[in-house]
């Protein structure tokens, strides 16, 4: 089990930037998956971010595909989503959760659940 704790969310215009921090404690990040969701208001939680902890391969939502990144540095036990070309529509609150790797195609981390959840961190886009 891993203890996760989201930041690095704020009140951003319409194209600015934003790197979100997920650190972890309790165990090393090396040998887990670890998946970027948000909950936009009225909506359902939704993955849009993941990356394996077998060979860091990753996968991205269609709607971030191409601003987003994630990353990991193990050494700090923290993995990160840059978010650049910020919309309104991106205005969520955004967790990260994690799940020991399993070996499955990165795409099933980001569609089925993880097994720790940080408590999330507020991502308004707005001008």
């Known amino acids: 089990q891993v203890q996760l704790v989201e930041s690095g969310g704020g009140l951003v215009q319409p194209g600015d930037s934003l790197r979100l921090s997920c650190a972890a404690s309790?165990?090393?990040?090396?040998?887990?998956?670890i998946g970027w969701f948000r909950q936009g208001p009225g909506k359902e939680r939704q993955g849009i971010s993941c990356i394996s902890g077998s060979d860091d391969t990753t996968w991205y939502e269609g709607s971030v595909k191409g601003r987003f990144t994630i990353s990991r540095d193990n050494a700090k036990n923290t993995v990160y989503l840059q978010m650049n070309m910020l919309k309104p529509e991106d205005t969520a609150i955004y967790y990260c959760?994690?799940?020991?790797?399993?070996?499955?195609?990165?795409?099933?981390?980001?569609?089925?659940?993880?097994?720790?959840w940080g408590k999330g961190t507020l991502v308004t886009v707005s001008s």
């Open positions: 309790g165990d090393s990040l090396d040998h887990y998956a």
């Open positions: 959760g994690a799940i020991e790797d399993i070996r499955v195609p990165v795409l099933a981390y980001c569609q089925g659940g993880m097994s720790d």
